[in-house]
């Protein structure tokens, strides 16, 4: 007899035996058991039967060719901890060994030569940053940023970093502008418009105050304490000094708000926003105060270049944002549409494939849209109408897009929507959240790259550079605290808006190499070496406030903070 029909015999065998049982059940005798009473199956024994619980069994046949195999062994034992772990990590390897392999093919050797290759430079810049980043934040808790950073001093004073194809240099100044927009992006998709409004006041005092006070106050003591420093490089060291990092800030806040931190106040809104501001500020000042140093243009026009870069910013801001509100259409007007010509069967599926469309085109726009901002003001000459361009805009339409859709569902539902509607993550953050986790190495690691061990010969300037830094962030702390003071904060809110407004990274690493580059083609002796003494200053003050700053908001939130979820 085959395996097969040995099979159908023992399942027929079951059925029979299970119908039997069920008759047994209902009263009903089976064929077999009529008018026999000597086997225990008579009237009285049927009840008995009836009044017992019974089990319910689950037959499974089998034969050998059902039992596990080496090969189905090997794949349930792949997915346990430690070899998923293992294969997420070889995968890691491939696709960097492929990517290498891919521009090894591609690229001319001698942009992939090692050391020595502009290429090959940039990619072994961004793979290491991204290791040392995931190191640094699995192994110490610590911010990825810091060893993003420690991996591009690596690089560059091992030699491994040297990158001087024109096109190579303009790629990596383009991917930092890029990440930069990214994280300005993802700043104002997170504001909240009422927390906004009620802190409008604050956010002004927040980020002007603190900001001019610290560049006065750095630019008395590197005027007093380095050697030939002029109150016009004093100044320009002093504003490059006071621009707080949205690349640092923004992360750690945007942590602690999906926690429920901070919320309750408008913590978060409040330092996002006034970031901006400042950053504008600062880029602005040092704009006026390098064409002063160098005396290039007219001077008038130079000093109300601040306003302008301002007041066009805005203007940009408010209008690309209000055009995104509308453009590309909602997700539900294409489903309503094609809905009414019966396009589609399958309303869900349609909408889901709406909404993803929607959500790839906004993002597109809104970042492609940054970006621009960005790039193109400073190829106008109005380098800070770009960033605040970039946050306006994603403000104005990541609010217009939640409004647009709590009156969609005010109308589609007759019951009130659910609180939670209102707080729940937009699509388009979880896109620039991806992005920033991809490019946020490139823009750490070039900031390290910055930092050459040959500037640092001696303590002099270390030390100088340390007591100028310190002497800013003494006022600047002061200043803060009285800036947000009568603004509805308790003493822990107040503590922990001071080490928020610590961190410095990106506007630091973008301008004084700008200040170096200048006094290079246009300065005397005197200016390139006040400009070298400010790049290293600028420096040193990244890897001194970034990660503290980081940790400290990463350490401190929770518990300055009151959690509103609870």
Known sequence: MSSKEEKIRIINKYHSETA????????????????????????????????????????????????????????????????????????????????????????SPGLMAVPGGSVASIFMLYVAGLAAGHAVDVVGGLPPLLGMMVAGIALQNLGMYTVTANWCINLVAIMREAALSVILIKGGLEMDAGQLLRLSGAVTRLALLPCVAEAAAAAVAAHYILPNFSWEWGLILGFVLSAVSPAVLVPNLLKLKQMGYGEKN?????????????????????????????????????????????????????????????????????????????????????????????????????????????????????????????????????????????????????????????????????VFENIWFGVQPILFASIGTEVKFELLRGGDIIVAGLLVLVAGLIVRLIVT????????????????????????????????????????????????????????????????????GAFGIQWFGPRLLSNSRR
């Open 20 to 107: 039997n049982y069920d008759s047994l059940s209902t009263g009903e005798p089976r064929p077999y058991e009529m008018g026999d009473e000597n086997n225990g199956t008579g009237p009285d024994a049927q009840r008995q039967f009836r009044l017992q619980p019974r089990k319910q069994y689950s037959v499974r046949i089998t034969d050998n060719n059902d039992r596990p195999t080496w090969w189905s062994s090997l794949l349930s034992w792949s997915d346990k901890r430690w070899p998923a772990t293992a294969a997420d990590a070889v995968a890691v390897l491939l696709s960097a060994a492929v990517a290498w392999c891919l521009l090894l093919v591609n690229v």
């Open 481 to 548: 605290s009285c800036a947000v003071w009568g603004a509805g904060f308790n003493i822990k809110e107040v503590i922990f808006i001071n080490i928020a407004w610590l961190p410095k990274a990106t506007v630091q690493a973008a301008l004084a190499p700008v200040a170096l580059d200048m006094a290079r083609m246009m300065g005397t002796e005197k200016d390139v070496e006040s400009a070298s003494r400010l790049l290293t200053i600028a420096v040193m003050s990244i890897l001194v406030t970034a990660p503290i």
């Open 266 to 430: 408008g913590i978060n809104t409040l330092v996002i926003a006034a970031s901006s501001l400042d950053d504008i500020v600062s880029i602005s000042a040092f704009g006026v105060l390098l064409g002063i140093v160098f005396s290039t243009g007219n001077l008038t026009s130079k000093i109300v270049q601040g306003p302008e870069d301002v007041c066009i910013g805005t203007a940009l801001g408010l209008v690309w944002g209000f055009l995104l509100m509308f453009v590309p259409s909602a997700p539900w007007a294409n489903v309503s549409y094609n809905t009414q010509k019966g396009k589609h069967d399958d309303g869900e599926n349609d909408e889901k494939q709406t909404d993803r469309s929607v959500t790839a085109m906004r993002a597109f726009l809104l970042g492609a849209g940054g970006i621009l901002a960005v790039t193109g003001s400073q190829w106008y000459g109005y380098p800070g109408a770009g960033p605040l361009a970039c946050i306006i805009s994603s403000f104005v339409a990541g609010t217009g897009w939640k409004w647009r859709e709590k009156k969609q569902n005010s109308l589609a539902v007759v019951s009130t929507p659910d609180e939670k509607d209102d707080k729940k993550a937009n699509p388009v953050e979880a």
